[in-house]
């Protein structure tokens, strides 16, 4: 069954903690994208990638790193840097050859402060 | 890149048509215009995407004028659960192969009994 898997569904985050959230797919689709939604608002972007070992920042990447040492897995860590970590995070990916192409979502994580 | 203006909320009844408009101005020469759904706690869902003219699936009907500066998703005969927030996408990064999107606040779509 294919698609894109976020894992955990919800996660705490300690003051000055980093914490990672993982996002693979088995699309074999090449580009892979962070966002994050606030409450009542639209998905900003936060990184993106289009091909294995490169990414690229999005709109509001301080705070945040990202790996893609696999073409399946995009994952996310949300570092101490970042002061207001609380969001619903969602991945998605997409073929990534054109800018007609469609973006797959996965169920998201909603990261919350201690 | 095109920015786009959309209602924030509307509100229907079940077994009617909704239509959604969607303003983009700026819209370029090459680029698509795409509808995503969100439920709730839940990552956006495609719905359509089209060109110009007009496009049908089984979900939705989209409708691009020939100058391209708005579009209209149509959905048929609504129910509870097209509840939802539909948003309008337009544009990409230029000078990049990648379909980045841009998501606005959406429009609140509330189906009532």
């Known amino acids: 069954d294919g698609g894109i898997t976020q894992s955990p569904k919800y996660l705490f985050r300690k003051e000055g903690q980093n914490v990672t959230l993982s996002c693979e797919q088995n699309l074999n689709h090449d580009a892979m994208y962070w966002y994050r939604q606030d409450p009542g608002q639209g998905l900003r972007l936060i990184y993106y990638?289009?091909?294995?070992?490169?990414?690229q920042k999005g709109d509001i990447a301080e705070g945040y790193s990202v790996s893609r040492e696999k073409k399946e897995s995009f994952p996310l860590t949300v570092t101490s840097a970042q002061k207001n970590p609380t969001a619903f995070y969602l991945c998605?990916?997409?073929?990534?050859?054109?800018?007609?192409?469609?973006?797959?979502f996965g169920p998201g994580t909603r990261l919350l402060v201690l | 890149l095109a920015k786009t203006t959309q209602p924030i909320s509307m509100d229907s009844y079940e077994g009617q048509e909704v239509n959604i408009t969607c303003s983009h101005n700026?819209?370029?020469?090459?680029?698509?215009i795409t509808w995503y759904q969100q439920f709730p706690s839940q990552g956006p869902r495609f719905i359509i995407q089209g060109y110009k003219t007009k496009v049908t699936n089984e979900v939705a009907s989209l409708f691009i004028p020939a100058d391209r500066k708005s579009s209209t998703l149509s959905l048929p005969r609504v129910s509870l659960s097209d509840t939802a927030v539909y948003y309008c996408l337009v544009g990409h990064d230029r000078g990049s192969t990648l379909g980045r999107l841009y998501f606005g606040r959406g429009t609140q779509l509330t189906v009532w009994p």
């Open positions: 998605a990916s997409s073929i990534g050859r054109g800018h007609e192409e469609t973006q797959y």
């Open positions: 700026n819209i370029a020469t090459n680029d698509y």
């Open positions: 990638s289009q091909i294995v070992n490169d990414f």
